[in-house]
C-alpha cells in the first residue's frame, strides 16, 4: 500500500490551470482521465464539467483523453473556459444564516429548537442509574422502533 501511494506521488505532476484570471495549482495523475481531471477542476472553480473546455498543447481535452498521453510536464500551464451555471454558484455560495450546533447552544435555545426531546429523567437524587439506562436504551433505534409498535398495537385494543 505504501509503495503503491509512493509510486503514486511520483507519478503525479504539479500542473497549472488558468481560468478567469486565476491561477489554480493541480496534481495531475497520469492514470486518470479528463473526465477526473474535469471533476478536480470543478471542486475548485464551481465550473461542472460538462461546461468546461480545457485547452492543452495540442488541442481541446477530451473526457476520455488518457492523461498520460499529454506527457505534462511540473508547471505546465493548461486553459480552462467555462463558466458555472445558477445551480452551481448556489452551491458554491455561504449560507445565509449562521450554522448553530447543539453543543454551542445555552440548555434553554437547546430545549426550543425542533425536535429537541430530553432524554432520561430529571435527577432525583439516586436515579443517576436509571437515567442513564434510559438514556443508553432511548439511543437504541431498534429499541425505539419496537416502543413504537407496542404503543400503537395495544392502543388499537384498549380503544
Known amino acids: 500500500m505504501f509503495l503503491r501511494l ?8 504539479a500542473v497549472i490551470v488558468k481560468h478567469a484570471g486565476k491561477r489554480h495549482a493541480v496534481e495531475l495523475d497520469p492514470t486518470s482521465t479528463g473526465e477526473t ?3 478536480q ?3 475548485l472553480t464551481g465550473v461542472e464539467p460538462e461546461n468546461q473546455k480545457i485547452i492543452v498543447k495540442g488541442g481541446q481535452l477530451k473526457d476520455d483523453t488518457d492523461l498520460s498521453t499529454l506527457n505534462a510536464k511540473p508547471n505546465q500551464q493548461f486553459m480552462m473556459m467555462g463558466t458555472p451555471s445558477a445551480e452551481g454558484k448556489a452551491m458554491l455560495e455561504q449560507p445565509k444564516e449562521k ?3 447543539v453543543e454551542d447552544m445555552t440548555e434553554a435555545e437547546a430545549a426550543q429548537a425542533e425536535g429537541a426531546v ?3 429523567l430529571q435527577n432525583l437524587g439516586n436515579t443517576c442509574y436509571m437515567n442513564s439506562t434510559l438514556q443508553v436504551l432511548r439511543s437504541i433505534p431498534e429499541m425505539q422502533d419496537e416502543l413504537l409498535q407496542y404503543s400503537q398495537r395495544y392502543e388499537s385494543v384498549l380503544y
Open 41 to 43: 477542476l470543478y471542486s
Open 118 to 120: 430530553p432524554a432520561g
Open 37 to 39: 481531471l474535469k471533476y
Open 6 to 13: 509512493f509510486i503514486q506521488r511520483i507519478l503525479t505532476c
Open 99 to 101: 450554522m448553530r450546533f
